[in-house]
């Protein structure tokens, strides 16, 4: 399987962090569609990193699950739309209010190369024009599947759109959103039949009966990348001039 990305290394590789973020057993999923799935767990983990009791925070992954675990740390929190307009209408905190900003990025598989570029780049400076200077933006991105079987990962171009928006990388972060158990990573576990009785003693752990949803589960993906950024306190283009920041 051919993985589609372009070489980053010249611009450096920051501190890499691994966050367990699968969601608990009463949890229902993640809203689905053409966005990308936001774990609360994930959710929960930004803000706790990244805020502190007073700040703001801008939700802009088009699930309020940012704004939902910001409001239960008591944090000040705005929503946006995910789909970036010219103009938010924000009033007077239309520029440089939050003190974190939240967004997704999903692998646009059908889209020109060109056109994929000048979005992520205005979304990112739209994320930039928000954030306080010293702020931090947080990128989620997943991989997609082109249709040839290529695997499209967003994330080295949102570092590319970053670097056009004169942001620090700071960090990146493998969100892993399925259960690790003793059987490993996304294991596969037997298909609930039709000879299938749930009052037998001695029964094993299975997935529903559907083929549909069977196939979900084992498909789905394990992982989600987070990349983090920090807006130049001098609002300007800057190379790293901290331990664990590199520019983007």
């Not at 703001?56 to 675990?69: K, N």
């Amino acid at each position: 399987m051919t993985h589609i990305h372009d070489d980053t290394t010249r611009m450096g590789r920051p501190p890499l962090a691994v966050w367990l973020c699968a969601p608990t057993a009463h949890q229902p999923p993640p809203p689905g569609g053409d966005l990308v799935p936001v774990p609360r767990r994930l959710a929960r983990r930004l803000v706790a990193e990244y805020t502190r009791p007073g700040t703001v925070v801008a939700d802009l992954t088009g699930t309020s699950l940012v704004a939902e675990q910001a409001a239960a740390a008591g944090r000040s929190y705005e929503v946006a739309s995910p789909t970036f307009p010219h103009r938010p209408a924000y009033g007077e905190r239309e520029v440089a209010w939050a003190d974190l900003t939240a967004l997704t990025v999903s692998a646009e598989v059908d889209e020109a190369r060109q056109r994929c570029e000048r979005r992520l780049r205005a979304r990112m400076l739209f994320a930039a024009t928000i954030t306080r200077p010293g702020g931090i933006i947080a990128a989620i991105t997943a991989v997609g599947h082109a249709p040839h079987g290529e695997v499209v990962d967003p994330a080295p171009g949102l570092v590319r759109a970053a670097s056009c928006a004169g942001l620090v990388y700071l960090q990146h972060v493998i969100a892993i959103t399925a259960p690790i158990c003793e059987a490993g990573l996304g294991a596969t576990i037997p298909v609930q039949g039709e000879g299938f009785d749930p009052d037998e003693e001695e029964t094993e752990p299975g997935l529903p009966a559907s083929v549909a949803d069977a196939a979900a589960s084992i498909t789905s993906p394990a992982h989600l990348n987070v990349s983090v950024f920090r807006v130049s306190k001098k609002g300007r283009a800057v190379t790293a001039d901290a331990p664990g920041e590199v520019g983007a």
